[in-house]
């Protein structure tokens, strides 16, 4: 416990200190205009740095998401398109993003029992500690910094996955010390499995199609 303790208070320093801030999310729905392009259609695919989803933003965690943006335009994460978008937009448009996102996709929330892992993903999971941030049921992390996992693209948490073991590049990788050192016990094959997994759970996640014309 003292462990999974210590990690759990790692991990609420490497995201950062979140701003806290009024969310406006009728504010938020007109700022979004550069997110819909890509968050805003079912199935839609980026290529950078390999073929994935990206990821459903609807119903994630405001905090989570503001403090994703926090790393992009600070470089923790590194992806130029990315940075260029958070760089442009200030505390008060992040957090309003974020508000309206949030709210956005209204499903049911995930039951805490859920289908078990096969017996060799659940060993990676055991060895991950995976469930003591991100919940048992991977859509009730510990803290609303961390984000929803449950059902998102399995692909692209394969991505996410395998890029906190990405070092010296300078438009792929993610800062994370802790998440670096649990993925790096890992192959890219384990990580797969993992993802496939936690992809394949109900899930609190979605992508609400919206025009670039509203």
């Given at each position: 416990?003292?462990?999974?303790?210590?990690?759990?208070?790692?991990?609420a320093?490497?995201?950062?200190?979140?701003?806290?801030?009024?969310?406006?999310?009728?504010?938020?729905?007109?700022k979004?205009?550069?997110?819909?392009?890509?968050?805003?259609?079912?199935?839609y695919?980026?290529?950078?740095?390999?073929?994935h989803?990206?990821?459903?933003?609807?119903?994630q965690?405001a905090?989570?998401?503001?403090?994703?943006?926090?790393?992009?335009?600070?470089?923790?994460?590194?992806?130029?398109?990315?940075?260029?978008?958070?760089?442009?937009?200030?505390?008060?448009d992040?957090n309003?993003?974020?508000?309206?996102?949030?709210?956005?996709?209204?499903?049911?929330?995930v039951?805490?029992?859920?289908?078990?892992?096969?017996?060799?993903?659940?060993?990676?999971?055991?060895?991950?500690?995976?469930?003591?941030?991100?919940?048992?049921?991977?859509?009730?992390?510990?803290?609303?910094?961390?984000?929803?996992?449950?059902?998102?693209?399995?692909?692209?948490?394969?991505v996410?996955?395998?890029?906190?073991k990405?070092?010296?590049?300078?438009?792929?990788?993610?800062?994370?010390?802790?998440?670096a050192?649990?993925?790096?016990?890992?192959?890219?094959?384990?990580?797969?499995?993992?993802?496939?997994?936690?992809?394949?759970?109900?899930?609190?996640?979605?992508?609400v199609?919206?025009?670039?014309?509203?």
């Open positions: 416990m003292k462990k999974l303790l210590q990690i759990s208070l790692a991990l320093t490497a995201f950062g200190a979140f701003t806290v801030q009024a969310q406006d999310v009728n504010a938020g729905q007109k979004i205009a550069m997110c819909i392009g890509c968050h805003g259609i079912p199935g695919q980026a290529s950078f740095p390999e073929v989803k990206v990821p459903m933003i609807a119903g965690n905090k989570y998401i503001v403090s994703a943006l926090q790393a992009y335009a600070k470089g923790d994460r590194k992806h130029p398109t990315m940075r260029g978008i958070a760089t442009s937009l200030s505390e008060q992040m309003d993003i974020a508000a309206y996102y949030e709210q956005q996709a209204k499903l049911p929330a039951p805490e029992s859920i289908p078990p892992a096969p017996a060799n993903v659940a060993e990676l999971l055991t060895k991950g500690a995976c469930v003591s941030c991100h919940g048992a049921n991977f859509s009730k992390p510990i803290d609303p910094t961390y984000p929803k996992l449950a059902g998102q693209h399995a692909d692209y948490l394969a996410a996955l395998k890029s906190y990405t070092e010296k590049n300078g438009n792929v990788g993610r800062s994370n010390g802790v998440m050192g649990q993925v790096k016990q890992f192959t890219n094959a384990e990580l797969k499995a993992i993802a496939a997994y936690v992809g394949s759970l109900p899930t609190e996640l979605a992508t199609p919206q025009g670039k014309f509203r």
